[in-house]
């Protein structure tokens, strides 16, 4: 009792951050100050070299072995999709590029193996966390797992593991990786925040499927907490509590009650029609990474897929995946979604997405450099086979291709070209494929929208990237903390190119998909089912939320609603006027 009196008198204090895995959750916090273990650096003798090689090879060996044991216990316990998630850890091990380059520092450097692969670890980690792309500056922190197991395996230490307190808790660190979120206790663990990370993190996919709630980006609660603080995690909000008040409590206590009713809700939509109240079909899709995840578009009752990114098959590896690698892929996916539809988003790397393997620079201003089709059209030898391997497999399902970032019809049509010119090589080898596939254009920047009329005339479907085209449009990094605020969605020139991109595709009779995280963000479904919007694509987890946005609207209100904010000036009171709909129809998502 004079504990809990001490705990009540000290004011609560509330960490901002980004939650990546929902759930309330309350428990004392463990705080880990886990730190790198110091790496020895000495000279080997030319006669020692290949007694270095040999414990390198050894310890990538264990390592292997290390990671494909957890991989299999991940598989046991929630499921061989998310255990795919080590299949980039795997890639790391085997990536000939570093392992050579290793091997070349050992012989000139001469120093002990260690000191060698920590060099050329740390170089490649510095050069993505300096990318402005943040699904690349995650993959940062696989390389760093990695490297850190091979670390201990040189030493001859045991793998890591996070034992931190024998009763439930909290856990608040630094980071975490991948392998860290695999080997916690979850009857422990009841939920976990960091002070760096975001939302396309392996650990945050690895804590949704857990189920262990998870906030990140929270900068100095490991500075400002310490082992012991009560702590209210509330992993939807993206907060952390500590001290809570018995205020705090008392809300979150109805909080909780009412999402546990609404998830309950959520489940029973997974077999019923995405379609409005009086009857408008909006089609719902998933945008997916990796073939893993499919167990997870299908759980979620989506549609298809609306966006498959291929980025993930090209990094971490020695050079670019054959065609008949990615047919393979790419037709997996297309059989799994029948009826459904898939539509495969051509490489989108170059500039702030760069691989090793593929020889690009660094450039000064990668977001607007050589990256996505402009990269393309300049290397045949990674488009063609792509390209190829998305034809074959359009005979397998109902495969649609979209090529990213087209700033207008030029660009089209170069593309489409060479996509002409693979047709007439398969049909030249007697391969089968979709001669009526589907072929549309990404629009994410401001000229392609603006020139949408012209492009409306040839492409089959246009889908609109709404992250680039807000973060082109209003000139705004979305990932710089200072400007974060000038991240607009509801921005009038945004409500107004996407109203422009609809009225052209209409005009051509096409159809329009929005894939950016606009559209799994029910606020803006009144807006874009209003604009004329036929299509959103979101995270498979999102897909449940929208739909009973969906369902709670009617198309007229929508419209009436996209016919006023067209000539409002202000995001704000565009966003109010959205909410307020929102609230209005489904005020229990927004709780």
């Known amino acids: ?122 170089r490649y980690i510095a050069t993505l966390e300096a990318l402005d792309d943040p699904y690349l500056k995650e993959r940062a922190l696989d390389i760093h797992d990695v490297s850190r197991r091979v670390l201990r395996n040189l030493s001859g230490k045991s793998p890591r593991t996070i034992t931190l307190s024998s009763e439930p808790h ?144 090209f990094l971490n590896r020695p050079d670019a995946p054959s065609e008949d690698e990615q047919f393979e892929n790419y037709r997996t996916i297309a059989e799994a979604c029948k009826p459904h539809g898939v539509i495969i988003r051509t490489l989108d790397v170059g500039g702030d997405k760069l691989s090793s393997n593929l020889g690009t620079a660094t450039e000064e201003n990668p977001f607007l ?57 398969l049909r030249a080898e007697g391969r089968s494929f979709d001669p009526a596939m589907e072929v549309g254009a990404m629009i994410e920047i401001p000229s392609a929208a603006i020139a ?21 449009t209003i000139a705004v990094d979305r990932m710089n903390d200072r400007i974060t605020n000038l991240y607009q969605p509801t921005h009038p020139a945004i409500v107004r190119l996407i109203r422009m991109v609809v009225d052209s595709a209409r005009r051509h009779g096409r159809w329009v998909g929005v894939c950016g995280e606009m559209a799994g963000d029910v606020l803006y479904t009144p807006l874009l089912l209003g604009l004329g919007v036929d299509e959103l694509s979101a995270g498979a987890a999102l897909v449940p939320r929208v739909k009973r946005a969906v369902q709670a609207l009617d198309m007229f209100a929508c419209r009436t609603l996209a016919e006023e904010v067209c000539g409002i000036e202000t995001h704000a009171e565009i966003a109010a006027r959205c909410e307020t709909m929102a609230r209005a129809h489904y005020p229990e998502l927004l709780a």
């Open 452 to 472: 949408s009329d012209s492009l409306a005339r040839e492409a089959s479907f246009f889908s609109i990237g709404t992250n680039d085209l807000i973060q082109y």
């Open 369 to 425: 450099g050589w990256r996505a089709i402009r990269f393309c059209l300049e290397r045949m030898d990674i488009f063609k086979p792509q390209l190829r391997a998305i034809l074959r497999a359009s005979a397998c399902g109902n495969v649609r291709i979209m090529f990213p970032m087209i700033s207008g019809i030029e660009e089209w049509r170069a593309a489409v070209r060479v996509l002409e010119e693979c047709r007439e090589e």
């Open 170 to 313: 909290i856990l608040v660190a630094r980071n975490l990786t991948p392998s860290d979120t695999a080997v916690m206790n979850c009857d422990l663990v009841l939920g976990f925040a960091t002070d760096v990370g975001s939302k396309t993190s392996h650990t945050a996919i690895m804590a949704n499927s857990l189920n262990i709630p998870a906030v990140v980006g929270l900068h100095t609660a490991t500075q400002d907490l310490e082992t012991g603080d009560p702590v209210l995690l509330d992993g939807y909000n993206g907060m952390l509590i500590v001290h809570p008040s018995e205020q705090t409590l008392y809300e979150y206590g109805q909080i909780e009650s009412r999402r546990g009713r609404v998830e309950q809700e959520l489940e029973t939509l997974r077999d019923t029609r995405s379609a409005t109240r009086d009857g408008s079909h909006i089609i719902l899709s998933a945008n997916i990474e990796l073939p893993g995840d499919l167990e997870s578009v299908q759980s979620s009752g989506a549609e298809g897929i609306g966006l498959y990114r291929t980025e993930f098959f």
């Open 1 to 122: 009792m004079a504990t809990a009196d001490k705990s009540s008198a000290i004011p609560e204090k509330r960490f901002q951050g980004v939650g990546v895995s929902p759930g309330i959750v309350r428990a004392t916090v463990v705080v880990q100050n886990h730190e790198d273990e110091e790496v020895p650096d000495y000279a080997v003798r030319p006669e020692e070299i290949p007694g270095e090689i040999a414990r390198f090879e050894s310890a990538l060996v264990a390592t292997r072995t290390q990671i494909l044991e957890m991989q299999q216990r991940i598989a046991e316990s929630v499921g061989s999709g998310n255990a795919g998630i080590f299949d980039a850890h795997l890639l790391v091990v085997e990536d000939r590029t570093v392992i050579d380059e290793v091997l070349r520092l050992l012989e000139k450097e001469q120093k002990n193996i260690e000191s060698v692969f920590h060099q050329v670890a740390s």
